[in-house]
């Protein structure tokens, strides 16, 4: 069951246009700029990081973002198909923003440092952060597999009602 649904979701990429693939890049590039910026990643003035990112960081920064396009590319309506359907949209929210808070500072996230504190966000968020990262994506994951595979499976048509005269 699982390799059919990668080779449905695989078979799906393969047919999509340009249009798709502007939308999965401007996505990607959008989620690198947006997460890499809030999280001082991408050095800037705006934010202050007080911890360094570790080494991990930076690839799940990628992957994450390049995920996030990839399944805001499966929302575009291509010309002459019918709407996508919705399926695997919490998955994606919530594999988006544990990728945010696996990659961002462990104290300089809020809602750690109220909750937890500055010792106890060190202490207990800040080893869960790599957890975090592969529970975000695993959930991107599974939210593109299942957008894509919605894709490419030929819907079960609706009967049309007949008109009475």
């Known amino acids: 069951m699982l390799f059919s649904y990668l080779f449905e979701a695989s078979q799906a990429l393969r047919m999509w246009g340009r249009r798709r693939a502007l939308v999965a890049i401007a996505a990607a590039s959008a989620a690198v700029l947006l997460i ?3 999280t001082v990643l991408i050095p800037n003035s705006f934010f202050a990081r007080d911890i360094p990112p570790v080494w991990w960081d930076y690839p799940m920064w990628i992957l994450t973002s390049a995920l996030i ?7 575009v ?3 002459g198909t019918a709407a996508p359907s919705s399926r695997g949209g919490a998955f994606g929210t919530v594999g988006g ?3 945010w808070f696996a990659v961002g500072c462990p104290v300089c996230n ?6 937890l504190g500055y010792t106890g966000a060190l202490t ?3 080893p869960l952060q790599p957890v975090l990262a592969v529970l975000s994506v695993i959930l991107l994951l599974v939210a593109v597999v299942v957008r894509l595979k919605g894709q490419f499976s030929c ?3 609706t009967r ?3 008109r009475l005269a």
Do not use: D
């Open 36 to 38: 890499g910026v809030s």
């Open 69 to 75: 396009g990839l399944l805001t590319a499966t929302y």
């Open 77 to 79: 309506r291509e010309p």
């Open 97 to 99: 923003m544990l990728g």
């Open 110 to 115: 809020k809602i750690a440092l109220l909750v």
């Open 124 to 126: 207990y968020f800040a």
């Open 155 to 157: 819907p079960v048509p």
């Open 160 to 162: 049309e009602r007949s």
